[in-house]
Every structure is written in structure tokens, then in C-alpha cells.
């Protein structure tokens, strides 16, 4: 089966400016994360979609960070207008399974976003 | 809240074993996971504890002891390779999030 894929693989963009980053999961999996990767500091948990509802969006920095899966398939996390503290790398994982136990995340290789 | 603490860098040589050791706090426990992730790639699931004791995957074999708040990952017959970043991170209780420690680099030398 694919994995979980995300587009750009990088971005360069100026302060100010606004980035969309793309995260597909694997086919049928129900959850979607959000986790960030800014330089020298551990990957932070940003938000949680359940299909198309947000579970937990307790680690958006910011309402500049507006992250959206319309129709529970495909997800896109928009930066706007970014900022330098944004750069980072992103990176989305998906699992297949939601009970009150912990499940396996398979994460993407993440978009490396760099604010200049 | 949740801390997770793990060394920050460790070089071994090729065919020795090599001990990472993780600590962790939690308001929650629910497993703990290991990742591993080569510069420029996904972290790719290593291994799962929820109960205390050893689990044995090949090569890599992970430990967890709940009650003192601590894993380690033992990795044997080291390869070059095995290079890499290696994540510890912890599944709370409450709230369905993984955290993540800072990762252990990996070097291995020949």
C-alpha cells in the first residue's frame, strides 16, 4: 500500500507570505495528525482530524495555522502570513484505528518549510 | 503534563550493541513507542510496550518498566545503516496524541 504523502517536500517562502502544505494519508485511515519539527527541538503535536472532524487542535501555535480535511480523505495545513519562528518540518501521520488504546502512526516524510 | 528525556547523541561501532535509555513523566500512560528516522525521511515504527517487560523484534528488542517511568531501545549486531535518529515517545492517557522526546542520534562507526 502507499504510504503517507506530502507536498511540497520543501518550501522557501518570505515573512509574510502564505504557504499550503498537503498531507494524503493512507487509503481508509480514519486519523490524521499534524506534528512540527522546528531545528534543535523534539516533534511537537500540532492537531488530530478524526475523518473530517477535528479531535484535538491543542498544539496550533496560533490562528495564522489553519488546517482543514474536507471529506475525511486528504488534508491541508495553510500558513498565513508566515512567519520566521514557522520554519520548521512538518509532518503528517496517519492511523487506522481510534479506541482508547494507543494505535500505530505512519508518518510522512514531512514538508520542510523555511520562512526567510 | 508529559517529559520525556533521552541522551542526545551516542556513536557505537559496527557489530557491538548499543543501549538508548528513555525517562519519561506522564499524567497518563497508555504505550510507549520507538521510532527510527534517517536524516531527510519518515520516522518509521520500531517498536510498542504497554506492559512491562522486553519485546523482542530481530535486531532491536525494547524494554519498559511503567512503575519507574523508563524504556530503553537495545539494538545488536549494529550496521552502518543503523545510523539514525531514534524517537522515544509516549500514547497519554488522556488525549489521543502521541509526545515525543528530542531523539537519540545514533552514529555508528566501522
Known amino acids: 500500500e502507499a504510504g503517507v504523502t506530502q507536498f511540497p517536500s520543501h518550501s522557501v517562502i518570505e515573512k509574510g507570505q502564505t504557504v499550503t502544505l498537503r498531507c494524503d494519508p493512507i487509503s481508509g485511515h480514519d486519523n490524521l495528525y499534524w506534528y512540527r519539527r522546528v531545528m534543535g527541538k523534539e516533534i511537537k503535536f500540532l492537531l488530530h482530524f478524526v475523518k473530517e472532524s477535528k479531535q484535538d487542535e491543542s498544539g496550533m501555535p496560533n490562528n495564522r495555522f489553519l488546517a482543514e480535511r474536507t471529506g475525511g480523505t486528504y488534508s491541508t495545513l495553510k500558513v498565513q502570513p508566515a512567519e520566521l519562528e514557522d520554519s520548521g518540518v512538518y509532518f503528517c501521520?496517519?492511523?487506522?484505528?481510534?479506541?482508547?488504546?494507543?494505535?500505530?502512526?505512519?508518518f510522512g516524510a514531512g514538508s520542510r518549510l523555511t520562512v526567510l | 503534563g508529559q517529559n520525556i528525556d533521552q541522551p542526545t547523541e551516542m556513536t557505537a561501532t559496527e557489530g557491538a550493541i548499543v543501549q538508548i535509555n528513555c525517562t519519561y513523566q506522564t499524567s497518563g500512560f497508555n504505550g510507549l513507542f520507538w521510532y527510527q528516522q534517517h536524516a531527510g525521511e519518515a520516522p518509521t515504527f520500531l517498536s510498542y510496550n504497554v506492559l512491562d517487560g522486553l519485546e523482542e523484534k530481530g535486531r532491536f528488542s525494547s524494554f519498559l518498566s511503567r512503575s519507574k517511568g523508563y524504556s530503553y531501545l537495545l539494538l545488536k549486531e549494529l550496521q552502518m545503516k543503523d545510523s539514525a535518529s531514534y524517537l522515544c515517545a509516549v500514547w497519554g492517557r488522556y488525549g489521543n496524541k502521541l509526545v515525543f522526546g528530542a531523539g537519540t542520534i545514533l552514529r555508528v562507526k566501522s
Open positions: 501521520a496517519s492511523s487506522q484505528e481510534d479506541y482508547s488504546g494507543a494505535n500505530v502512526l505512519t
